[in-house]
C-alpha cells in the first residue's frame, strides 16, 4: 500500500467521524427539543394569559348547579361550551380534570368556582382543556353565597 493510498484512506476515516460527529449532534438537538416540549406541556408560561375551554357537569341533585357554575366561569373569563349533568355516582366534593394543555387551566377554573381538587386525567376525544364534576360542596358554597 502505498503513501497515495494511506492518506485517501486516513482522508476517508477523518471524513467519516466528521460526519458521525454531526449526526451526533443533531440527535442530540433534536432529543432536547423533543423533551423540552413534552416537559412544557405541563408547564405555564410566566405571565402568559390561560385560555380555558370547559365542560361543567353536575353530579348532584341540586336543578340547575351547572348553570350556576358556568355562569361564575364564564364571568371569570373561562370559555364553556357544554354544560348538564352526570349520570354517574353523586360526588362530595367537586373534581376539575385537566384533560389538555397545563396545570394551570385547571387551577385557574378551581380557584374561580373557589372549590375543586385538581387531576390530570387526559383524554383528547373530550375537545376541552378541563372537565368539572361539580359536588356538594359547590352547592354548599353556592348557597352561603346567597343573601
Same mark, same amino acid.
Given at each position: 500500500?502505498? !503513501?497515495? #493510498? ?5 482522508? %476517508?476515516?477523518?471524513?467519516?467521524? !466528521?460526519?458521525?460527529?454531526?449526526? $451526533?449532534? *443533531?440527535?442530540? /438537538? ?8 413534552? #416537559?412544557? *406541556? =405541563?408547564? @405555564? %408560561? @410566566?405571565?402568559?394569559? %390561560?385560555h380555558v375551554v370547559? #365542560?361543567?357537569? =353536575?353530579?348532584?341533585? $341540586? ?14 373569563? !373561562?370559555? *364553556? ?5 352526570? &349520570? ?5 366534593? &367537586? ?6 394543555? =397545563? ?6 377554573v378551581a380557584r ?9 386525567? @387526559?383524554?383528547?376525544?373530550?375537545? %376541552?382543556?378541563? &372537565? /368539572? ?10 348557597? $352561603?353565597?346567597? @343573601?
Amino acid at each position: 500500500m502505498g !503513501i497515495l #493510498e494511506q492518506h485517501r484512506r486516513g482522508r %476517508v476515516v477523518v471524513l467519516a467521524l !466528521i460526519a458521525l460527529g454531526l449526526a $451526533a449532534g *443533531v440527535l442530540a /438537538v433534536w432529543w432536547h427539543v423533543r423533551a423540552a416540549r413534552s #416537559e412544557g *406541556v =405541563n408547564r @405555564p %408560561v @410566566p405571565g402568559e394569559r %390561560v385560555h380555558v375551554v370547559a #365542560e361543567v357537569l =353536575n353530579t348532584t341533585r $341540586a336543578v340547575g348547579l351547572a348553570r350556576a357554575a358556568t355562569r361564575v366561569l364564564r364571568d371569570a373569563g !373561562i370559555d *364553556v361550551v357544554y354544560f348538564g349533568s352526570d &349520570t354517574g355516582a353523586v360526588a362530595d366534593s &367537586t373534581l376539575v380534570l385537566l384533560r389538555r394543555g =397545563n396545570l394551570s387551566a385547571a387551577a385557574k377554573v378551581a380557584r374561580a368556582l373557589g372549590v375543586g381538587a385538581v387531576r390530570q386525567a @387526559p383524554d383528547s376525544s373530550r375537545l %376541552v382543556d378541563v &372537565t /368539572v364534576r361539580l359536588g356538594g360542596d359547590f352547592a354548599a358554597r353556592l348557597a $352561603a353565597q346567597r @343573601p
